[in-house]
T-cell receptor
C-alpha cells in the first residue's frame, strides 16, 4: 500500500470559508498532483509539482492554490469555498521516471453548503 | 472528441469468464498507456502499463496495445467478483508530459 496520506477524509463546510486539504507522502517522490473527480466522471488534473518550490496549474481551471515547501507535503487551499467546489479531491505522487505511474492517496470528499 | 474514450458500461460478465475492456485515444504522440482500477468510494490503483505494440501479461491480466489503431485494451481472465470495479484507461503524452484519464468502464462480475 502506498504511503500517501490525505486529511481530512471528509469535510462539510459553509460557503465562503477558507479550507486547506492536506497531502503528505513518505516515499520521497519528486512529483505530486491534485486531481478532482466527480462521481462517474474522469479525473481532472488541477495542480502538479515537479519538486520543492515548483507548482503548475493543470488542465482544469481551478480557484485553488497549492504550495510545495517540502518534498513530502503538497497542500491545496481554497480561499473561499463555493458549492461548485463540491467534489472528491485526490492527491497523488510519482517518481520522475517512468512517467504515468501514480500512487494515489485515499481522497478528500468535500461538500460545500 | 475526447482525448481518451471508454465505454462507461456497466460491462457484466459471469464469474470465470474473460472480461474485455477497451480504450481509444486521439493523440498519435502518446507513448505510454496505463490501466488503473478504482473500487467504489476508493482511489485508483495501478494494474498494468504498456509501452510497446503487442501484448503484456501479468497474472490474469493482459494489456494489448495497437498504436496504428490508437487502441488499448485490458483482458481479465477467470474473472472474479472481486474484479468488480471501474477500470480507468490513462494515456501519457510525452510532448505535453501529461497523463489523461478516460471516464472508466464499470465492470460487474456476476456469480
Amino acid at each position: 500500500e502506498a504511503d500517501i496520506y490525505q486529511t481530512p477524509r471528509y469535510l462539510v463546510i459553509g460557503t465562503g470559508k477558507k479550507i486547506t486539504l492536506e497531502c503528505s507522502q513518505t516515499m520521497g517522490h519528486d512529483k505530486m498532483y491534485w486531481y478532482q473527480q466527480d462521481p462517474g466522471m474522469e479525473l481532472h488534473l488541477i495542480h502538479y509539482s515537479y519538486g520543492v518550490n515548483s507548482t503548475e496549474k493543470g488542465d482544469l481551471s481551478s480557484e485553488s492554490t497549492v504550495s510545495r515547501i517540502r518534498t513530502e507535503h503538497f497542500p491545496l487551499t481554497l480561499e473561499s469555498a463555493r458549492p461548485s467546489h463540491t467534489s472528491q479531491y485526490l492527491c497523488a505522487s510519482s517518481v520522475l521516471s517512468p512517467r504515468g505511474i501514480l500512487d494515489f492517496g485515499p481522497g478528500t470528499r468535500l461538500l460545500v453548503l | 472528441q475526447k482525448e481518451v474514450e471508454q465505454n462507461s458500461g456497466p460491462l457484466s460478465v459471469p464469474e470465470g469468464a474473460i472480461a474485455s475492456l477497451n480504450c481509444t485515444y486521439s493523440d498519435r504522440g502518446s507513448q505510454s498507456f496505463f490501466w488503473y482500477r478504482q473500487y467504489s468510494g476508493k482511489s485508483p490503483e495501478l494494474i498494468m502499463f504498456i509501452y510497446s505494440n503487442g501484448d503484456k501479461e501479468d497474472g490474469r491480466f493482459t494489456a494489448q496495445l495497437n498504436k496504428a489503431s490508437q487502441y488499448v485494451s485490458l483482458l481479465i481472465r477467470d474473472s472474479q467478483p472481486s474484479d468488480s470495479a471501474t477500470y480507468l484507461c490513462a494515456v501519457h503524452t510525452g510532448t505535453a508530459s501529461k497523463l489523461t484519464f478516460g471516464t472508466g468502464t464499470r465492470l460487474q462480475v456476476t456469480l
